[in-house]
């Protein structure tokens, strides 16, 4: 399964620089069509409309459909999404096919958390988490590094089409290494009419847990994604090639990070340490930390500033490491899709509200201070969440909870419990 794993790494990079693009290229459009700061919030929100209120119908597809074939059609839509941005002319219809750029990646990271949740064991489950981690840390850091060249050079228009286009690549590999399902009863006396789903989810004290946490980590990581260029040009007045060399930087940090953070939390676990305390106090540290380099930033000025941004990097490599890896293991492999659909489904609420927040917030005070420290204070919360409401991290007895499942398992399934 490792060129699997790959492939789920890369999708997710290809799905970061995807919806992190427009970020890259928010000013020159801002004045291409002469829209106002509070239009340019709508813009970069839109994408979490659709994407947000898509997960919990994702998380179902893939729990009853092959994800396999309903992972390859999410990923075709959100890439001919791109590759058709760059025809577009005025706000309504870029704000069309953001929203349908939403509802294509939308079916990301349900099929993702199935795989591993089915195909991975347990204790390995850390860094393979984490491989998607450090997938979303570069595609931004590509985005800025190549976008900011390539848009400074050639324009936004043809970046986006080559990216739409050249994504499209990914989808023969995939269909070429992974396997395809084959149901297997559940047992003998499976029952067909009881199926635990998402209300059975949300009876869970831990999932709301994970939802909050979720919701933390999204909304400091939209705001550093859509936001932080536009801060870094604007409010800081870098060229946009320094732009793209800072906000590269702190993106490279953060898969380094994530990379480093799940393999160790693996070998603790593995050493014998509690997977509880591991994998939540990562996930607590980690929030602690970028809440605090987030509020230094707003002072700091220099050399100064660039380690925050560094620390920045280091912190949300950190707090999303294992954040996924909690909620496989607390589903299990037959509820995981569910349970991610509507982890991501509370999450991106947060992931929705950061740009527009920031957005209005920039309009009224014509400063990045309250943005700042507001992103800052949601990142406590979020820290506070997966260590205090967040339980033992134990497989949910779905079947003692509401009768035998009816969910097709998978081959694997029984092999990847620890």
Request: aromatic letters at 14%.
């Amino acid at each position: 399964m490792n060129g699997v794993l790959f492939l789920l790494s890369l999708s997710v990079l290809i799905n970061y620089i995807d919806r992190s693009n427009l970020a890259i290229a928010a000013e020159l459009i801002k004045h291409e069509i002469f829209i106002s700061d509070w239009q340019e919030g709508l813009l970069l929100g839109a994408f979490f409309w659709t994407y947000a209120l898509m997960q919990i119908p994702a998380g179902w597809l893939v729990d009853r459909f092959d994800v396999k074939w309903v992972f390859a059609a999410g990923f075709f839509v959100w890439s001919a999404s791109t590759a058709i941005t760059a025809l577009l002319h005025g706000f309504v219809a870029l704000l069309i096919i953001r929203v349908i750029l939403g509802l294509g990646e939308s079916i990301a990271f349900p099929s993702c958390g199935k795989i591993l949740g089915t195909y991975f064991k347990t204790r390995h489950r850390g860094f393979a988490n984490s491989m998607l981690m450090v997938g979303l840390a570069l595609g931004p850091a590509l985005g800025m590094w190549v976008g900011g060249r390539a848009v400074g050079r050639f324009g936004w228009r043809p970046f986006f089409l080559l990216l739409g286009l050249a994504g499209l690549l990914w989808l023969p590999p995939w269909f070429a290494w992974m396997p395809r399902r084959r149901d297997t009863p559940t047992s003998p006396t499976a029952s067909p009419g009881k199926t635990a789903g998402v209300l059975d989810i949300l009876r869970q004290r831990s999932a709301w847990g994970t939802c909050i946490g979720q919701a933390s980590i999204n909304y400091y990581l939209y705001f550093l994604v859509t936001w932080l260029p536009s801060y870094l040009l604007r409010g800081r007045h870098l060229s946009l090639r320094d732009v793209a060399n800072a906000g590269g930087m702190l993106f490279l940090i953060s898969a380094i990070s994530s990379a480093a953070s799940g393999k160790l939390s693996d070998r603790w676990v593995h050493a014998g340490a509690s997977p509880t305390s591991v994998r939540k106090g990562m996930m607590l540290f980690g929030h602690v930390g970028i809440g605090i380099s987030l509020a230094l930033s707003v002072v700091a000025t220099g050399p100064l500033f660039v380690a925050t941004l560094a620390f920045t990097g280091a912190f949300l490599g950190i707090s999303v490491c294992n954040s996924w890896c909690i909620s496989q293991i607390l589903a299990g492999p037959r509820m995981v899709g569910r349970w991610v659909g509507v982890q991501n489904f509370v999450g991106n609420l947060g992931g929705a509200v950061a740009p527009v927040l920031t957005g209005f917030l920039l309009g009224r005070t014509h400063s990045y201070d309250w943005p700042f420290l507001i992103t800052a204070a949601v990142a406590w919360i979020g820290g506070l969440a997966w260590w205090f409401v967040v339980g033992p991290l134990e497989e949910v007895n779905w079947e003692a909870k509401r009768g035998a499942l009816s969910i097709p398992d998978y081959p694997a399934a029984e092999s990847a419990r620890p």
